[in-house]
């Protein structure tokens, strides 16, 4: 599909975050990463795939991942059954999704690279290990009726082991939930941080992999899964216009809480305005998956 220099990525990145974009301007000075980011699509299913596939040091994500409560959180607890009793998430982060799942009644486990993060979700009462994403080997000796990540799968570059070990600590009918960035999320259209034909971040080191329907159907099903649910996050019109002018406002140095209201809300009435025919063409963030475990 596309072949672009790594060095256009590492400038992007470094207008929006200047520390990631030195790291990774350094990286390829030192020629430990590709010079070429090269995207590969699948004519069977329409996954979108980096060729090859690169991850960095996990310093690099923490200097700027950003956690907080996400939409499909509370459509994953709703597709949750009282006998799931115990649950898995891979990526917690500071355990937002832990919280909301204890709070249900669920034995909630979590494991994430971002030691930071594990030790906030510790000191809320959490039960978060440092582990790294790409391997679940750790829990194999405890099952679990549920498996969920969130803004994980895009990230991960050997699929195949990830699955693998997932399907060892799941016995059959268990299910699996995930989400990741949609193929119709506003981003890509409505934000000013694109390189190529996609948004930066969705190229490597960042990520390596861009999802859709079909081809998380046909993944799941090779490795054992049938897909119960898919859904795209609805378009939040207020949410996103409110979100787009903060963005404008920041390359001024401005701040939106630093407007008055009746300011703030001739702003977002007038990125509502301007918004209004790409929401009802785009989504939000993040497309939603729900699978079973099938008879091994």
């Given amino acids: 599909m596309e072949s672009i220099p790594t060095l256009y990525i590492a400038n992007s990145w470094s207008k929006f975050e200047p520390e990631a974009g030195q790291i990774l301007l350094n990286y390829i000075e030192e020629k430990t990463v590709p010079a070429t980011v090269k995207i590969d699509k699948c004519c069977l299913c329409g996954l979108e795939f980096a060729n090859p596939m690169f991850a960095v040091s996990n310093d690099w994500y923490a200097n700027f991942e950003k956690y907080g409560w996400r939409w499909e959180f509370y459509q994953c607890l709703k597709d949750l059954s009282g006998n799931q009793t115990t649950i898995l998430e891979v990526g917690c982060g500071e355990g937002y999704f832990l919280d909301l799942a204890r ?15 594990v030790e906030i979700a510790k000191e809320k009462g959490m039960e978060a290990y440092v582990s790294n994403i790409n391997s679940v080997k750790l829990y194999n000796d405890q099952k679990f009726n549920a498996v969920v990540f969130f803004h994980v799968i895009e990230h991960l570059d050997n699929l195949e082991t990830f699955f693998k070990d997932i399907s060892e600590i799941m016995p059959t009918n268990s299910t ?14 409505l934000e000013n941080k694109r390189v190529g034909l996609r948004d930066v971040w969705d190229y490597p080191p960042f ?23 898919y859904l795209e996050e609805p378009f939040d019109w207020r949410g996103v216009s409110s979100l787009l002018v903060s963005q404008d406002l920041a390359e001024k140095k401005l701040n939106l809480s630093e407007l008055s209201s009746f300011a703030r809300k001739k702003l977002i009435l007038k990125k509502m305005f301007q918004t209004l025919i790409p929401s009802f063409k785009y989504s939000g963030m993040s497309m939603y998956c729900a699978a079973r475990r099938q008879l091994l």
């Avoid at 709070?103 to 993060?117: E, L, T, W």
């Avoid at 390596?208 to 159907?217: I, K, P």
């Fill in 176 to 189: 699996l939930h995930f989400s990741c960035p949609g193929p119709r999320r506003f981003t890509t259209h």
């Fill in 207 to 229: 990520h390596q992999s861009r999802w859709n329907l079909n081809a998380a159907d046909k993944l799941l099903l090779r490795f054992g899964w049938k897909l119960e649910k």
């Fill in 103 to 117: 709070c249900k009644g669920y034995k909630a486990v979590g494991i994430d690279f971002n030691r930071k993060a």
